[in-house]
């Protein structure tokens, strides 16, 4: 299989273009002949015009690759190796959605022929690749898992917004159902990853690893949630804590903040759901779960008691939102808990709340979330939350929020962004 598409005798397929398939496909155009597929002809009407919707690659990346865009599925067929790399979303009782994953599927099912080769680098639990998709790809090509044709998984490190690690610089994990195709999932990476490459001694092995790298960071950020609670009480700055106690070698430097996107605030959820289907209540990762998911509220809680604090009126004070998006210096509004602010402020009656975000698409966030966004802030604000800490917003100084906020307005740092640079008002943070 790598001999053939190392010398563009056979295509790879990429399926789904979206933070994570798009750059993969890129980097394997430069070294394969690539297909990169997506269901949304708008998306690759964007592509051809080297476009990224994601706003994460300027259109240079696209040089010198050797690929074609469509949503034609009929073009799949010229492929013969198929990455799927599609959303694997929750639904909203936080259980796993994997209708995207199984419509993807299905769709490389329908092309699959003989000799042919399926990775997997969506997030999932463990057993998904083999127990829910593999029957698909049996059932409507069939053809026979192994003998027929190859599977593997190759779980996603992409992390949206990062320069620094990007696609080649880190580490790849692949997995095949055999020996065979091991060796050769794995030397069709080597060619695009300069990190190097780990072989996973099974898909199940590849598909836990990735799913508790989430899970890892989930739990103890909500331990720095729920000890940011605990040293609010006690009128205790939680970051001059944690600058205090990072001083020991071994210290792990986790910091409080919302957690949500489409993957530390998702992937959890995925392992617990398999736990408990095995008879398991994972208690520690639930833990942390609700921690993270209940921040939004309790954030809006404390901004609400410092209003009346300062003597305002819930109903008519004006508040601003500095940011929507579900992390720093990226466009991706997926799963954003600042929504939840939003929402815990307007439950107390506040009539006019301001949101605004150099990086969001406001088409977007009003379709998404019945948010409008503001071009840019007003004036005379009684609350101003700094919820998402942009690069633009931490160049912001003490005298740009006296501009915009009236008497004793209220300040809402949640990542401790301005610590010691603003204090012409009410301060809380994390």
């Not at 069709?188 to 899970?215: D, L, M, Q, R």
């Not at 205790?236 to 957690?259: H, Q, R």
């Not at 601003?320 to 009656?349: A, C, Q």
């Not at 307005?409 to 809380?428: A, L, P």
Request: proline letters at 4%; one cysteine or more; aromatic letters at 10%.
């Amino acid at each position: 299989m790598f001999e053939e598409l190392i010398n563009k005798k056979k295509s790879i397929a990429v399926i789904g273009l979206g933070y994570v398939g798009l750059p993969l496909a890129l980097e394997f155009a430069r070294k394969f002949k690539v297909i990169g597929f997506d269901i949304k002809p708008e998306r690759i009407k964007l592509l051809k015009n080297r476009i990224d919707p994601s706003k994460e690659l300027k259109p240079e990346e696209f040089d010198n690759t050797d690929i074609s865009f469509t949503s034609e599925i009929d073009d799949l067929k010229k492929a013969s190796f198929y990455i799927v790399a599609v959303p694997t979303p929750i639904n909203e009782y936080n259980n796993p959605d994997l209708k995207p994953l199984i419509g993807a599927t299905k769709t490389v099912a329908t092309v699959l022929k003989k000799g042919d080769y399926v990775v997997y680098e969506s997030t999932v639990y463990p057993g998904c690749t083999e127990e829910d998709c593999v029957p698909v790809l049996e059932n409507i090509s069939g053809l026979k898992f192994q003998t027929d044709f190859k599977v593997g998984y190759s779980p996603e490190r992409i992390n949206p917004g990062d320069k620094e690690h990007t696609l080649t610089k880190i580490l790849k994990i692949v997995s095949g159902c055999d020996s065979e195709s091991l060796a050769e999932i794995a030397k069709v990476y080597g060619e695009i990853i300069k990190a190097g490459i780990h072989k996973a001694s099974s898909i199940k092995v590849a598909e836990a690893a990735k799913i508790i790298e989430n899970t890892q960071r989930d739990v103890n950020i909500g331990l720095m949630n729920e000890l940011s609670i605990i040293f609010s009480k006690m009128c205790i700055n939680t970051f001059d804590v944690l600058e205090a106690a990072g001083t020991k070698w071994n210290f792990l430097k986790f910091s409080p903040g919302l957690v949500g996107g489409h993957c530390i605030g998702v992937d959890p959820y995925y392992l617990t759901y398999k736990s408990s289907k095995l008879g398991y209540h994972a208690q520690v990762i639930n833990s942390g779960r609700y921690v993270n998911d209940s921040m939004g509220g309790y954030i809006a809680k404390q901004a609400i008691k410092m209003l009346i604090t300062a003597d305002k009126e819930i109903k008519p004070a004006k508040a601003l939102i500095m940011g929507i998006t579900f992390k720093e210096n990226v466009s991706d509004i997926r799963n954003s808990k600042v929504v939840d602010i939003y929402k815990e402020l307007k439950s107390y009656g506040l009539q006019h709340i301001d949101v605004i975000d150099p990086y969001a698409d406001e088409h977007e966030v009003e379709e998404e979330y019945g948010i409008k966004l503001s071009k840019k802030p007003d004036k005379n604000y009684d609350l101003i939350i700094a919820a998402v800490s942009h690069k633009e917003y931490a160049l912001l100084k003490n005298e740009d929020f006296k501009l915009i906020g009236n008497s004793k307005f209220v300040f809402i740092d949640i990542k401790g962004i301005f610590k010691n640079k603003v204090n012409s008002h009410i301060y809380w943070s994390l």
